[in-house]
């Protein structure tokens, strides 16, 4: 059950298993109270996890930023630490196989 203004734990652990041991992963899909973003990683520094994001609200002058910056630098600037996801309720959206026609 989530905890009112904790870190959503059943989120980051799914997140976590889907990302972990994998680097060819597709991107994640999250949706909570009529906003979207995508993750496209998850990590952890020290005790602490974060969501590599895609988010359509980021900041144009945050998205300029990003042009500049080295793959480690930008992997900071596109993250939202554990803290950030504190809804009660996400929905995931994923890709699970290949379409073949």
Known sequence: QPVPNKP???L??????FFKGSTDRPPL???HSGHS????GWGQYKSNQYLTILDPMTRPDR????V?????????????MSSH?????YQIVYVNG???S
Do not use: D, G, H, M
Request: charged fraction near 30%; aromatic fraction near 10%.
């Open 37 to 40: 973003r995508t993750i496209i």
């Open 98 to 100: 290949l379409i073949e």
């Open 29 to 31: 899909y999250l949706q």
């Open 85 to 89: 996801f504190t809804k009660p309720q």
């Open 63 to 66: 998205i300029r930023k990003c």
């Open 8 to 10: 959503n734990v059943a």
């Open 12 to 17: 980051l652990q799914w997140v976590e298993r």
């Open 68 to 80: 500049r910056l080295k793959e480690r630098e930008l992997v900071w600037v596109l993250s939202r």
